[in-house]
Nanobody, 115 residues
Framework: QVQLMESGGGLVQPGGSLKLSCTAS????????MYWVRQAPGKGLEWISL????????YFSDSVKGRVTISRDNAKNTLYLQMNSLKSDDTGQYYC????????WGQGTQVLVSL
C-alpha cells in the first residue's frame, strides 16, 4: 500500500535550519510530482513547495521562497525539504503528499521554531 513517512522535524531557534525527509513506499515514486504542505497551529493547510517527478521543476510559496529548497532522490524514494532562516511563523506540522491531486499524505512531522 502507499505509504509516506516524514521525519526530521524538531525544535529549532529562529534563524536556524532543518532538513525534512519523506520516505515513500508502495508506489513508483519517480512517476509522481510531490508536495510539501504545512499546517500552523490553529490555521488551515498551506502548500509550500512542489517538485516535478524528475526534480527538474520546483515551485515555492511566497511565504518560504528564498529560504527553502525542495529536492528528491528517486533512487532512495525520498523527498527532502531544506529549510533555512526559520521564523516562528514556520512552526507547524509538515506533510508530504503525493501527486498533483495530493491523494496520499504522510502523518506529518512537527516543526517548532522558538527560543
Amino acid at each position: 500500500q502507499v505509504q509516506l513517512m516524514e521525519s526530521g522535524g524538531g525544535l529549532v531557534q529562529p534563524g536556524g535550519s532543518l532538513k525534512l525527509s519523506c520516505t515513500a513506499s508502495g508506489f513508483t515514486f519517480s512517476s509522481y510530482w510531490m508536495y510539501w504542505v504545512r499546517q500552523a497551529p490553529g490555521k488551515g493547510l498551506e502548500w509550500i513547495s512542489l517538485i516535478s517527478s524528475n526534480g527538474d521543476e520546483t515551485y515555492f510559496s511566497d511565504s518560504v521562497k528564498g529560504r527553502v529548497t525542495i529536492s528528491r532522490d528517486n533512487a532512495k524514494n525520498t523527498l527532502y525539504l531544506q529549510m533555512n532562516s526559520l521564523k516562528s511563523d514556520d512552526t507547524g506540522q509538515y506533510y508530504c503528499a503525493r501527486g498533483e491531486t495530493l491523494d496520499y499524505w504522510g502523518q506529518g512531522t512537527q516543526v517548532l521554531v522558538s527560543l
